[in-house]
């Protein structure tokens, strides 16, 4: 885990403003509309004394891509090459390919060894730059300073935050189906820098990231014993949550980091608990002869919305943070689970089984606007990423070895495989790394 102090953003770059002509027409993508048309911008080779210029606007491009936000036009249609990115460029080269947004830029490295990294992003019909930066950091975190960059691109033209500077923590699965082995492993959002976070010698579950980034809740079935873990990503060391008579599951983190929400199963039934991580103590929040599992806070911690088939089916339940005002919100046909708030609030994402299919869809916190987003042979496990704008899961086709890692966002429509190099299943999105 790269240690946060390790990349510093320095300074904004505004020296070329007066080479500028006002602008007239700032591009910009309103990502609020149904089915976004996506932005053609050419991101073009960082100047550099080797390949690194290359290989980190390959990752940028790579990133805006995979949004669905961009179009990122093909280096061979380039006109102008940029040798010094401190000029402005040739608009109107970059206006004859269409190339509505430029990116340009440098990597040097300094008499201390560090990376020194510099874009600027153009407006190329309004002769405009639209915003600089440039940062520094160890030549190892070179992809890292790719993330930061291609993020703050997508914030300047879309006014929202990205998603790229991110971790993906999952259960890596090999072996054959009759012996497959589950070991966690935390990997960069695009699928790079993969890890193993435990051995595979027992079975582990549903991995969630806590707010602070710097540790991870999870079920294992060590010595048999299904128990729910914390894991500390910087020191490795791991602790069990309580030490309850029965299995607990279902592991996920408070808004503010200080609970850790369960189900506990006894006597074959299954009830949520929140456990407080500075006292220990627990309190039990639903009380049925039913499974209630897969709770899920709100943003402000506010609400909780779980899964539960106390009406004979698994469907979908939010009440208060305390326990109560417990109220059914999905009706439609099927079963619903493994729901999950998104980090705006906005919307509930989850699992439904019907027709002999599964779905990945979102609802709105009261139940209404239902909208499923794809369907599959076995889709499951929704999780958000930090800006709540794109969904990962992941799939099991029909007669496949096993599931491999997808993303959508919300039209539904921008659908993309994350390359994790083996099976893959249970994905949890960190927040934005600072």
Do not use: C
Not at 24 to 49: C, H, Q, R, Y
Not at 129 to 135: A, E, M, V
Not at 213 to 228: A, G, L
Request: hydrophobic share 35%; no cysteine.
């Amino acid at each position: 885990m790269l240690k946060r102090n390790l990349l510093r953003f320095l300074v904004v770059l505004t020296g070329l403003a007066a080479f500028l002509s006002p602008a007239w027409a700032l591009v910009e993508i309103n990502i609020n509309k149904g089915n976004v048309e996506p932005l053609p911008i050419a991101v073009t080779d960082f100047v550099s004394s080797g390949d690194l210029g290359q290989k980190i606007t390959d990752v940028i491009a790579a990133d805006l891509q995979r949004s669905g936000l961009f179009a990122p036009v093909s280096k061979q249609a380039f006109i102008e090459k940029i040798s010094n990115p401190d000029q402005p460029p040739r608009f109107e080269d970059w206006k004859v390919i269409n190339a509505q947004a430029l990116v340009t830029g440098r990597v040097t490295q300094e008499g201390d060894g560090r990376l020194r990294a510099e874009f600027r992003l153009w407006d190329t019909f309004a002769n405009q730059q639209l915003t600089g930066q440039q940062f520094y950091t160890q030549p190892e975190n070179w992809r890292r300073v790719a993330h930061i960059i291609a993020d703050a691109i997508y914030e300047r033209l879309t006014g929202e935050k990205g998603y790229f500077d991110t971790r993906i923590v999952y259960v890596a699965e090999s072996g054959p189906k009759t012996a497959r082995k589950r070991q966690l492993a935390i990997m960069d959002q695009d699928g790079f820098n993969s890890r193993a976070l435990t051995n595979a010698n027992d079975l582990v579950l549903t991995p969630r990231f806590s707010p602070n980034r710097q540790e991870i809740t999870y079920m294992s079935f060590e010595n048999e014993q299904p128990r729910v873990y914390l894991l500390q990503l910087e020191t490795g060391q791991r602790e069990v949550v309580g030490n309850f008579p029965g299995m607990t599951f279902s592991p996920r983190f408070s808004p503010d980091g200080q609970r850790v929400i369960m189900s506990l199963q006894q006597e074959g039934n299954a009830n949520i608990y929140t456990m407080d991580l500075r006292s220990r103590t627990t309190t039990r929040l639903t009380s049925t002869a039913a499974i209630d599992t897969s709770p899920s806070y709100s943003p402000d911690g506010g609400q909780i919305v779980f899964e539960s088939d106390r009406g004979g089916r698994q469907q979908l339940y939010v009440m208060n943070a305390d326990g109560s005002g417990q109220n059914r919100i999905s009706f439609g046909d099927g079963a619903y689970s493994t729901p999950v708030w998104s980090p705006r609030g906005d919307l509930i994402a989850f699992t439904k089984q019907s027709g002999g299919k599964f779905s990945i869809g979102v609802m709105k916190p009261d139940g209404s606007g239902e909208r499923i987003l794809t369907t599959g042979f076995h889709n499951e496990g929704p999780t958000w990423a930090p800006n709540g704008r794109v969904l990962m899961f992941f799939r099991q086709g029909a007669g496949a070895g096993g599931p491999q890692l997808y993303s959508i966002d919300l039209t539904g429509y921008n659908e993309q495989l994350v390359k994790t190099g083996g099976f893959a299943s249970d994905p949890a999105w960190s927040p934005l790394l600072e």
